[in-house]
């Protein structure tokens, strides 16, 4: 396990809410990397003292405020998180008291009621194409390795000869034409991320998967906190938090960016809430898959 996705999962592990196995490579690293534990630590400090604050009860508008403040006083950095941020010693001061406020206010929603926030910030209103098919002509298969780790197989089904892409992160993996079933193996990936895979089906038709790389068994209700990503950064970031396979058919429109902040719900929900706001048709295939579907 890198540093990034221990960081990336600390809320997880302290609330619990991550798989076993998971949990244990976490413990791992949190005993060989001195500043991953500190970071372990100073969250847990502040999840006590959210404990410890539980009577407090800030007034509906303050949270808005608040995130308001933090993301007016945020870089935009994409690959870090504010809360990633306010650990560095040039933020600790100006955030620590946001922080506080901040996290009692996600402690005492957590209280109340399962929470979930969503909202589009920003769209471009390019239309999404329609897609004419009823039935996925793709599978995607998890399978273990001899050394027990998770891979993906794509398996293509085409009743006529069909030209086909495969690319997984900025990698072209199969290319070719399709006729009957065709399958081809996935590249590996690193415990605790995710595999992005774009099918692009006869020149038109496009599907994108992101693939856990490790399926969580359990229901999981995980903390989430997304400022203004793009619809496929916000599915990376459900999959690796559900640990399920998403996969999306259609176009979407790339400028759309994503506020999304939710605690204590399930997928089932956090889908639903996803498909009413950003247009996305939810089901689930024969195998148990995820599809949303853009309309
Ligand atoms: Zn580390």
Not at 71 to 95: C, H
Not at 195 to 208: A, F, M, P, Q, Y
């Amino acid at each position: 396990m890198r540093c990034e996705q221990f960081r990336e999962l600390i809320s997880a592990y302290i609330e619990q809410s991550i798989a076993p196995p998971l949990a244990a490579k976490m413990d791992e690293h949190a005993a060989r990397c001195g500043s991953c534990r500190t970071e372990l630590e100073d969250v847990r400090r502040l999840w006590q003292m959210m404990t410890e604050a539980k009577r407090v009860e800030p007034p509906a508008s303050l949270h808005a405020r608040i995130m308001q403040e933090v993301y007016a006083n945020t870089p935009a950095v994409p690959a870090l998180r504010w809360w990633e941020l306010a650990w560095r010693p040039r933020f600790a001061f100006a955030a620590a008291a946001v922080l506080m406020v901040l996290a009692l206010v996600i402690w005492s929603r957590n209280t109340h009621t399962d929470a979930i926030a969503l909202s589009v910030v920003s769209s471009g209103g390019n239309p999404v194409s329609p897609v004419p098919i009823s039935n996925l002509p793709v599978r995607f298969e998890p399978f273990l390795t001899d050394d027990g780790s998770l891979r993906w197989m794509l398996k293509m089904n085409a009743p006529r000869p069909t030209s086909v892409e495969v690319t997984a992160g900025a990698q072209s993996v199969w290319s070719g034409t399709v006729a009957q079933e065709t399958a081809t193996v996935l590249p590996a990936m690193s415990q605790g991320a995710v595999l992005e895979v774009r099918v692009v089906w006869d020149g038109s038709i496009t599907l994108r998967a992101w693939l856990p790389a490790e399926i969580s068994q359990e229901e999981h209700k995980p903390v989430l906190v997304l400022k203004e990503r793009s619809i496929e950064q916000t599915l990376g970031h459900i999959t690796r938090a559900y640990g399920v396979p998403l996969v999306l058919v259609g176009e979407t429109d790339p400028l759309t960016r994503v506020n999304l902040e939710s605690t204590g719900v399930t997928l089932d929900e956090m889908l639903s809430k996803l498909g009413e706001k950003l247009n996305l048709q939810v089901s689930r295939a024969e195998d148990g898959t995820t599809i949303l579907t853009a309309r």
